[in-house]
């Protein structure tokens, strides 16, 4: 009998997931498999079990929680020597990676996509010595993913993270920074960058003509603006995702250095999770690194095979 692990983080999103769980668990027995399930603790307790369902005979891996339980599980892959399936049952508050895998928001429907779907190798994220799914940010806003409180997010869900960020505006600050890709040297004073790999991030930028499998990030920058004015509509162009904004820089590779040029560290989030406040920061792709589990392959942005 073929057999799943399954990582629950029951206090994900709105703390939904428990009631769901023995329709979830029966959907994969119905599909044949043996389940053994592992509710998350604390700290890395998800990259350490992700770890264990690769090393010990399991046929694939599904991961009930948010977009921060997937990079956890992730981690743990990505570490051992042998990269199993992973399924996805978005649970969280914004769940972007979820949304471009085309995995329903409905939990019930996507334990069908994780026991029915086909796995297809996604690129990896590499960042200094870790890895993320689909976005490395910093600057405006970036704190608010792992620094609202998880009860406030279970109450109030995506808008949680709108009502922190607007608290935000009035104390935005530019970051002095140099970014080497290529042949390319850019430096400045900067309000937000991110490396993406995704369909949209925070649940509100979305991205456009990316591929989950060609190993090329995105990366968009965000320039000082003089004011706040023009800071609102640099803003609205990067939501509209009009790359023409003159504050904003987009460019596509598969490595990337970004290093901060100041004397005050300043964080970086990862998948929405903390990601450290190194001076300089390494980024490259993984092409095809990891099989996620999706329902159809053909509607979504991978790399077309020739015939």
């Known amino acids: 009998m073929k057999k799943i692990y399954f990582i629950v983080n029951l206090v994900a999103g709105k703390a939904v997931i428990s009631k769901k769980l023995g ?10 498999y043996e389940v053994t399930v592992h509710t998350t603790q604390s700290g890395d307790d998800a990259v ?25 599980c992730l981690q743990g892959v990505m570490g051992s020597n042998r990269r199993i399936p992973i399924g996805y049952v978005p649970a969280g508050s914004t769940n972007d990676f979820a949304k471009s895998l085309g995995i329903p928001s409905d939990q019930l429907k996507a334990a069908v996509v994780a026991a029915q779907g086909e796995p297809v190798f996604c690129d990896v994220g590499g960042f200094n010595d870790r890895y993320f799914s689909y976005v490395a940010a910093f600057g405006a806003f970036t704190n608010i993913t792992y620094e609202t409180s998880q009860k406030v997010k279970n109450v109030f ?10 608290k935000e505006l009035g104390h935005i600050k530019a970051k002095p920074m140099r970014i080497e890709y290529e042949d390319m040297v850019i ?4 309000v937000y960058g991110m490396v993406t790999n995704t369909s949209s991030v925070a649940g509100m ?10 190993g090329i990030f995105e990366v968009t920058l965000i320039r000082k ?12 162009s990067l939501l509209k995702n009009d790359m023409t904004d003159k504050n ?15 004397d005050e560290p ?3 989030t990862r998948d929405g999770e903390y990601g450290g406040e190194e001076i300089v920061n390494s980024f490259c792709c993984h092409k095809k690194a990891v099989p996620f589990v999706v329902a159809d392959k053909e509607k979504l942005p991978f790399e077309k095979e020739l015939v």
């Not at 869900?157 to 922190?164: F, L, Q, R, T």
Request: hydrophobic share 40%; with cysteine; glycine share 10%.
């Open 248 to 262: 904003i820089i987009f460019f596509r590779t598969n490595k990337v250095t970004i290093t901060n040029l100041s």
């Open 48 to 72: 350490e079990q992700a770890v264990y369902a690769c090393e010990n005979g399991f046929d694939k891996l599904v991961v009930a929680g948010g977009d921060g339980t997937l990079s956890q």
């Open 205 to 214: 930028i979305k991205m456009k003509d990316f591929l989950l499998d060609d």
């Open 157 to 166: 869900g995506h808008a949680a993270y709108i009502a922190d960020g607007a």
């Open 225 to 236: 603006p003089r004011n706040p004015a023009e800071l609102g509509k640099t803003a609205l």
């Open 266 to 268: 300043f964080s970086w």
């Open 23 to 32: 329709k979830i668990i029966d959907e994969f027995v119905k599909n044949g």
């Open 187 to 190: 430096e400045g004073d900067f």
